[in-house]
């Protein structure tokens, strides 16, 4: 049975093409949709699926909705319409949405209330992993749902897209969980590029401290991936941009004051990237954000 749903992908970018790549080579028939009507035609043409011109028509189509969007204000819209009709207007009592965006959980939560009264379930599903992992389908994915048979019936999509699908509680804790983790990493990120920017300062290599910090206890993702593949060669080409990361950040910070938590380091790091960006562009690469700090203080970490 559950080779035979119709899922509806919106959001054909850089994660979403891989992603819907594997729902179609998976076998199920697959409807995309995107806000650039030639690259849906391309994806479709491509990779064995069926472009439709209209949200509305995405939802008479379609069992599932699966979006990946920029933002959760980009959900939203593309649920309930801004100005005109959106897929929830069409879409059948019983139908499931997963948002596999980055979206805020309290938001999330609204949403998930609004569509449940249409008789549409809301799954939260966010990504771990870039865009090599959504193509070899390898992604982790944080999951939240109020829903159990949505879920399960949701589960076997996701399978194809993740290798570790792990639920993390009621609908909204995969974005949250998803917000939070990504502060952490913009965190560990920001220390090992200050430990950098020092040691170079006093006349260390950058390369070297690297490797000494991925053998000791300041070892981070960054430290043994993004600073020796992206920042020391200078490619900034991790995939995912700075105005992303930077939202992500935000969006952990409003949890924070949701909750009436005590975050000053969530506070000073939401406050740095958000600087970092308007200085660098929110379309760099979120590796570069590190040319903000690294002209503040005259050096360059590279090697």
Do not use: C
């Amino acid at each position: 049975m559950a080779i035979q749903l119709r899922v509806g992908f919106v959001g054909i970018g850089n994660m979403g093409w891989p992603m819907a790549g594997n729902i179609a080579a998976a076998g199920y028939p697959t409807l995309v949709y995107d806000s650039d009507p030639a690259r849906a035609e391309r994806f479709a043409r491509e990779r064995n699926a069926t472009a439709v011109n209209s949200l509305a028509e995405l939802g008479q189509s379609a069992d599932l909705i699966v979006t990946m969007l920029p933002t959760g204000g980009d959900v939203r819209d593309v649920m309930l319409g801004k100005g005109d009709g959106g897929v929830a207007d069409t879409l059948g009592s019983g139908s499931i949405v997963v948002d596999m965006s980055s979206s805020d959980p309290v938001r999330t939560r609204e949403l998930g209330k609004t569509l449940s009264d249409r008789g549409i379930a809301l799954i939260d599903a966010p990504v771990s992993g870039l865009v090599a992992k959504a193509e070899t389908g390898t992604l982790t994915i944080m999951i939240g749902a109020d829903d159990e048979q949505a879920l399960q019936a949701a589960t076997p999509v996701l399978e194809v897209l993740g290798e570790r699908l792990i639920r993390i509680g009621a609908l909204g804790a995969g974005h949250a969980m998803k917000a939070l983790n990504n502060f952490v990493g913009a965190a560990a990120f920001t220390a090992t590029a200050e430990a950098l920017i020092v040691g170079k300062r006093f006349g260390l290599d950058p390369k070297i401290m690297t490797q000494v910090l991925d053998v000791s206890t300041g070892r981070s993702f960054h430290s043994a991936m993004t600073f020796p593949e992206h920042v020391i060669p200078r490619r900034f080409s991790t995939g995912f941009t700075l105005g992303l990361l930077a939202k992500d950040v935000g969006i952990a910070g409003d949890l924070s004051e949701a909750v009436e938590a005590e975050t000053p380091l969530l506070e000073l790091i939401t406050t740095m990237w958000d600087e970092a960006r308007e200085a660098v562009g929110a379309q760099a690469d979120n590796s570069a954000v590190i040319r903000h700090w690294e002209q503040r203080n005259g050096v360059v970490v590279e090697s």
